[in-house]
């Protein structure tokens, strides 16, 4: 018996020798002793230090609300920090303060809650940032939204996706995604609001509608320059500041530059050379009356209908 657990344990000794060298080998593989990146090469930071995130452009504000999950997935990431976190079935509410960014991903729903009583609820992928009204700031900057409800009080303003404002004291508001480059803004309560969008402000009564254009350039409003002139067109009118001559031709508003200058007009903001012309035209049905026609010659009427006249 003794030769057998010799004999056993001889034959034991090269497969355990074999394991262990296996596992040293592998462990020598692995961080920290050396990087298995082989190829390509670590990239070098071409920045450093690199600069803040986004989050330094918020940061925290006096004002606080609470946010709930009220469906499955919902980040929050509080004023100040750089990563966010899920909020689970068993922590489903967080008080934040202005700054804080939330995150609802397809199928998810998340509410804020104002002490105001107002209240945004985001479906499906949202992106939103609490504001702080002490600092001149909206409520809710909405950056990016697929489907949102807002229920707003007295004074409230909420930055749309692409830069729109809407002000409004009353609510529900529906604003959704209707297509990649098209946002739907719905006045679904009993009130009027507004939405300002570049150089123009749209009173959406209730039940009315406004699809707003999502431009690389931005819907931000445009602030009016003091001092500028307004110059009426059909159906539309010219902001100019400086030097320019406005002149009406059909269905719209000719300027020339002279010097110095600055126009803007349907959702557009020109600076031309000196001695440039624009032309700013309406669509034909809400343009200028076109000139009636001459009245025709009675003999040249007649002969034209007489029945033995010859089609040319």
């Not at 697929?146 to 009080?153: D, I, K």
């Not at 809400?286 to 040319?312: I, V, W």
Request: glycine content about 12%; aromatic content about 6%; overall charge negative.
């Amino acid at each position: 018996m003794g030769r057998g657990v010799l004999t056993t344990t001889g034959r034991a000794l090269p497969a355990l020798a074999l394991a262990l060298l296996a596992a040293g080998c592998a462990g020598r593989s692995r961080w920290p002793d050396f990087s298995t990146q082989q190829y390509p090469r670590p990239m070098r930071n071409a920045v450093s230090p690199l600069p803040p995130g986004a989050e330094v452009n918020h940061p925290p504000g006096p004002e606080e609300v609470v946010i709930g999950r009220l469906a499955d997935p919902v980040q929050l990431q509080p004023a100040g920090e750089s990563a966010a976190f899920p909020l689970r079935f068993f922590d489903k509410r967080r008080r934040a303060n202005a700054g804080a960014w939330v995150y609802s991903a397809a199928g998810g729903r998340a509410e804020i809650l104002w002490p105001s009583g107002t209240t945004v609820v985001l479906f499906d992928h949202c992106t939103a940032i609490v504001g702080s009204p002490s600092r001149g700031e909206p409520e809710l900057y909405l950056l990016d939204v697929q489907r949102a409800l807002l229920n707003l009080t007295e004074g409230d303003q909420v930055e749309l996706t692409g830069g729109a404002r809407l002000a409004a004291d009353s609510g529900p508001w529906l604003v959704e995604r209707r297509l990649f480059d098209i946002l739907r803004v719905k006045n679904q309560s009993k009130e009027t609001g507004e939405v300002s969008y570049r150089d123009e402000v749209f009173q959406l009564l209730p039940g009315e509608t406004v699809d707003l254009p999502l431009l690389s350039a931005g819907g931000r409003p445009i602030p009016e320059r003091p001092g500028a002139d307004h110059v009426p067109g059909p159906g539309f009118e010219v902001e100019v500041y400086g030097d320019v001559d406005s002149t009406l031709v059909e269905n719209g508003v000719r300027l020339e530059v002279g010097g110095e200058h600055e126009i803007s007009a349907l959702g557009v903001r020109l600076h031309l050379q000196e001695g440039e012309r624009a032309t700013f035209s309406g669509l034909g049905a809400g343009g200028a009356p076109l000139p009636e026609p001459r009245p025709t010659d009675p003999a040249a009427s007649d002969t034209d209908t007489a029945p033995d006249a010859q089609p040319r």
